[in-house]
């Protein structure tokens, strides 16, 4: 590790994050554009590593006592150019950590560690609107 380690970026502090069963998985929710993101536990834990006080050398440390597996470096900056790419990292005039890869395909993608899924609807919006048709449900228990 040189003497001067890069801080990585800090994820956006206006980002939703909450757990989704109990098995590790989170949602993330991008309120500014109400795009949802499904996260496997390895990408949450990354994702919440990303506070902005931190260097890769510190969260590779971190991954590896929480998943009792190496997290490569390589693959942590991989992680960190998608965060950025789907606009979860504050922008800083930093310089770019790690190479994009441009032209990766879907089915590549799968493959990797660092996978996200987007959602195709807002479940808020859908709920919101039948709330009011399902008002007896609430009665019922009372």
Known sequence: MSGLATLLPARRSELVVRPLGDDGQHVVKDPGT???????????????????????????????????????????????????????????????????????????QRQSLLYWRKSIFDPDRLFNRLAPHLWFFGRAAS
């Open 34 to 108: 109400g795009a949802y993101y499904e996260l496997g536990p390895e990408e949450a834990f990354l994702l919440t590593q990303l506070d902005g006080s931190r260097d890769s050398a510190t969260v590779c440390a971190a991954f590896e006592r929480h998943f009792a597996q190496p997290l490569p470096e390589g693959d942590l900056n991989e992680f960190v150019a998608i965060a950025r790419e789907r606009k979860l990292l504050h922008e800083a005039p930093a310089a770019d950590i790690g190479p994009r890869r441009p032209g990766r395909g879907p089915q590549e």
